[in-house]
């Protein structure tokens, strides 16, 4: 059974915004931080940024000021508003609670090129 599911992804030019949604089964995320996180043939995965069950966030300084982590817990969903993309941000992008014993889900792969 998918327990994180990933969408948003896709190819935009340098300058331009996607937004990424992640949907989890049940109630993978109450009471959870969860981060997001992406991923490049080169480099390990990478944690971008993180929000607390009381939607405070927190990002790593390569994303701070132009992405937005947001959550709406109702709906067991984390959003990654993602502005001003630049190519080095090109990876698969995942979500997944912190400290929760749970498999990734398959990703969405963002391609930020001219």
């Known amino acids: 059974q998918v327990q994180l599911e990933e969408s948003g992804g896709g190819l935009v030019q340098p300058g331009g915004s996607l937004r990424l949604s992640c949907a989890a089964s049940?109630?993978?995320?109450?009471?959870?931080?969860v981060g997001w996180y992406r991923q490049t043939p080169v480099y390990d995965r990478e944690l971008v940024a993180t929000i607390t069950n009381r939607g405070t966030p927190d990002y790593a300084a390569s994303v701070r000021g132009r992405f937005t982590i947001s959550r709406d817990n109702a709906k067991q969903t984390v959003y990654l508003q993602m502005n001003s993309l630049k190519p080095e941000d090109t990876a698969v992008y995942y979500c997944r609670p912190i400290g929760v014993n749970t498999s990734w889900g398959q990703g969405t792969q963002v391609t930020v090129s001219s």
């Open positions: 049940g109630t993978l995320f109450s009471g959870n931080v």
